[in-house]
């Protein structure tokens, strides 16, 4: 069993934070880190403290005040970032830092204008350099993703022998389909000899939406751990979502999987971030989007109030959300009319249902939404026919 545990290392912080505009000050970011330990994230990473003096001081406050989830820094595979992830840590009750280097022929070229065996030793030594400050040390091989896994397999085996304690498989540029991320975390945990000696964590951009599958996907061939951040926030198209994986593993419980993820923090955690990143959710989001359980249609609307779960595979209050909404529309039908009008405190026989039904559409043609004011004038009308 607790080999299917997933771990939930949240990076809201450092690499959602990257996104223009989000920029976070250390009072926003101490709020977060403490709504993201309620929530139940095994790892927060705080910051990348070498890159400003305002992360070093936010990544070292948030050191102090979380006590249960183990506290991340980021650095690069320079000595003068490790020392600074440290010091920012210092006095964190479970520091984590997280050091690492491009993999990928294309970094190794253009990035560092170095060779593969140059890169290898660099990594052996940040993960040693690191060590001396912290037990647990992750390391990424940033854009795995298009690294060549046999190389990949090496550099891996040589981390965890040096002592990292996880090794990240980042999907940088989040180009691989889900069948080939999850072919390179399989070839990683077939081929390199030691890996039971480290916890792999998958690490996906969403370039081209496939952030969550692919995390997945990875999961699914071995992988123990997802970074990911709430409301997919991060570089670009963003990282992989942390509610919709949080919510996948959850609704296909029977796999085996779970995280210790509170989900009916979801929503609630989703729109702090949102106000907080001053960064809105798009109306279609899975799991935390305003309309993730709307329903518009006549079928569905009937569908659902016949039955919820013909139309909704989670409950709204499983993940916080306000509850499944009726929005009545020109698409929809008098079974949804009635309910409404119902629980509005009027009760309509068929015949009178039939009537109301062919107004309601004029009304509902002119505006995209019909309100619960306007049936309240529909029924005002209506009962004042005379009969
Ligand atoms: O996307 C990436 O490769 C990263 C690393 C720094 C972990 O964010
Ligand atoms: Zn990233």
């Not at 990348?48 to 990544?59: K, L």
């Not at 996907?217 to 990911?228: D, F, M, N, P, Y």
């Not at 306000?322 to 068929?350: C, E, M, P």
Request: net charge negative; charged share 25%.
């Amino acid at each position: 069993m607790a080999d299917k545990k997933i771990n939930i290392f949240d990076t809201t912080l450092r690499d959602g934070e990257q996104v223009p505009g989000c920029k976070l000050n250390s009072k926003e970011k101490i709020e977060l880190a403490l709504a993201l330990e309620d929530l139940g994230v095994d790892i927060i990473e705080a910051g990348f403290p070498i890159s400003s003096p305002g992360d070093f001081a936010s990544v070292q406050q948030i050191a102090k005040v979380i006590k249960n989830s183990s506290v991340c820094a980021l650095s690069r595979a320079v000595e003068k970032d490790i020392e600074t992830a440290a010091e920012a840590l210092k006095g964190a009750a479970r520091p984590r830092i997280h050091t690492g280097i491009g993999t990928s022929d294309s970094h190794i070229k253009s990035k560092f204008n170095a060779t593969r065996e140059e890169i290898l030793e660099r990594a052996i030594q940040c993960v040693k350099w690191a060590k001396n400050f912290v037990d647990d040390v992750e390391f990424y091989a940033e854009d795995a993703g298009r690294t060549d896994n046999d190389y990949l397999a090496r550099v891996v085996e040589a981390v965890i022998s040096a002592g990292a304690t996880v090794v990240n498989i980042p999907d940088t540029t989040g180009y691989c389909l889900p069948h080939q991320y999850g072919e390179k975390i399989a070839y990683l945990i077939k081929n390199v000899p030691n890996i039971d000696k480290a916890v792999i964590s998958c690490h996906c951009h969403n370039d081209l939406g496939l952030a969550t599958a692919n995390s997945i996907s990875g999961v699914l061939h071995g992988a123990r751990q997802i970074e990911c951040t709430i409301n997919g926030l991060g570089e670009r198209a963003g990282n992989t979502s942390l509610e919709e994986v949080v919510m996948i593993l959850k609704q296909h419980h029977t796999l085996g999987y779970f995280t210790n993820i509170k989900t009916q923090k979801l929503n609630p955690i989703s729109r702090l971030v949102s106000d907080t990143m001053r960064m809105p959710v798009q109306a279609n989001k899975a799991i935390v989007g305003s309309n993730a359980f709307s329903h518009s249609s006549g079928i569905h609307q009937d569908g659902f109030l016949k039955d919820a779960q013909t139309y909704e595979i989670i409950a709204p209050e499983e993940v916080g959300a306000d509850g499944s909404k009726i929005v009545l529309t020109a698409r929809s039908g008098r079974s949804a009319l009635a309910h409404r009008f119902q629980k509005l405190g009027h009760s309509f026989n068929r015949n009178e249902i039939d009537v109301l039904y062919s107004e309601f559409l004029k009304i509902a043609d002119r505006k995209k939404e019909v309100e619960d004011a306007d049936l309240q004038i529909m029924a005002k009308n209506f009962e004042v026919i005379p009969s």
